[in-house]
């Protein structure tokens, strides 16, 4: 059986990508999967530093495989900081190549891009869903999960994203709250029925606020995805359970 693709995007900035990647990489190994975490172009970090994926490792709690393309110091888009930097920057072609190394060894292999789906990272302003592209392009599976914030204003760039992604011919397996509020208001509640709509794609989990720092994330992984994802949440009920009065 060929290895599960799964390319992790936002709907922006800070939305919870990088821990809504170690749920997904935590409930796979638990599951007994073999999983690599890809991350192709990592900005603001000095070589010093804890990339993403070293903070997907982190929280995965268990050994996974983890690379990075490329490195840029100063926190902007990858082509601007490699620019900046004047460092190479990464090409669909090399994330594809490495792609297909890693699905080689590994069951599930996730590419965490920076920032939103269309964010450059070439001067020629190939994005990470020409990534995905060339993933494809090379025979391989790919699909796409979304993070979004669950306030206000996040059905716009979900809707958004979903018409880029099928515009391109790219599958979107479905959403995921980054980061559920303690205190969830009334637009909060209300788009978790909105949110499938607008990316005419399933709500496959609500991470809750604060989860990198939570004890026990290999636990709250599986509680917060949707089996589709490896763990047990389940949509409807918890909209039932947040259900605006």
């Known amino acids: 059986m060929s290895a599960r693709i799964l390319f992790v995007t936002g709907t922006g900035t800070e939305v919870g990508k990088t821990v809504a990647t170690a749920a997904v990489a935590s409930a796979a190994l638990q599951g007994g999967l073999r999983v690599a975490v890809l991350k192709p172009g990592q900005t603001g970090v000095t070589p010093d530093e804890r990339g993403d994926a070293d903070e997907v490792a982190r929280l995965a709690g268990a050994p996974l495989t ?29 994330v594809a190549r490495a792609v297909a190394e890693l699905a080689t060894g590994h069951d599930l292999v996730l590419v ?17 869903a020409d990534q995905a ?43 995921v709250i980054g980061a559920w509020p303690d205190s969830p208001g009334l637009a909060d509640r209300c788009n978790l029925a909105d949110l499938p709509r ?33 763990g047990r949440w389940d949509a409807a009920e918890f909209a039932r359970a947040q259900r605006p009065q």
């Open 66 to 94: 983890t690379r990075e393309l490329a490195r840029y110091p100063e926190p902007l888009a990858p082509d601007t900081a490699a620019r900046r930097a004047g460092r190479p920057t990464v090409s669909p072609a090399g």
């Open 112 to 128: 965490e891009g920076a920032g939103g789906l269309l964010v450059r990272y070439d001067d020629e302003g190939h994005t990470l």
């Open 133 to 175: 592209r060339a993933v494809l392009d090379l025979g391989l599976p790919a699909q796409v999960l979304l993070v979004a914030t669950a306030g206000l204003g996040t059905l716009n760039t979900t809707a958004l994203t979903a018409e880029a992604l099928t515009a391109r011919g790219l599958e979107l397996l479905g959403v």
């Open 198 to 230: 607008s990316a005419g794609a399933p709500l496959l989990g609500a991470l809750p606020s604060g989860a990198a720092a939570a004890s026990g994330f290999p636990a709250l992984a599986l509680g917060s995805l949707a089996p589709a994802l490896g």
